[in-house]
């Protein structure tokens, strides 16, 4: 008896997901300001710990994208010169100067394209700091092969 695979669910054809890394890095102030001025961030909360008091917070905190482009970053350790086609972004817990956050990525899955040389990559992240989920995401992109 064969069994009929949907069109892009290589899941039942491959271990996955797969744990595909984790990296730890520490959030330091300096960064956090040279993130913001490299983006045009020019929202208070991650410059002034006076507004982002204001804004409920215990001090300034790092921008949400700042962690999520770390996570990008890691990807391209593994994928080089990938091409986002999706992406999901959650940002769930601010994050403090002097935190260490660990991201981990996982693979849930990959599709090969042999004709096109490309293959597609299903990822998820997830960024833990001290005791929390800070972030996660997924994303959808594609390498070349």
């Keep these: 008896m064969s069994t009929v695979l949907e069109p892009y669910d290589v899941s039942k054809r491959f271990d996955y997901p797969y744990l595909l890394a984790s990296r730890e890095f520490l959030v330091k102030k300096e960064t956090i300001r040279l993130f913001c001025r490299i ?29 999520s482009s770390r996570a990008v970053g890691f990807i391209t350790e593994y994928y080089p010169r990938p091409i986002a086609k999706e992406v999901h972004l959650y940002f769930i817990a601010p994050v403090y100067p ?48």
């Design 39 to 67: 983006t045009g961030d020019k929202n208070d909360i991650h410059r002034s710990n006076a507004s982002a008091r204001k804004g409920g917070f215990d001090a300034a905190i790092a921008a949400g994208m700042f962690i």
């Design 98 to 145: 002097g935190e260490v956050i660990k991201v981990s990525l996982i693979v849930t899955a990959e599709e090969e394209k042999i004709r096109s040389r490309r293959k597609r990559v299903f990822l998820e992240f997830v960024a833990f700091g001290p005791h929390r989920v800070v972030a996660h995401g997924a994303t959808e992109f594609v390498v070349r092969i």
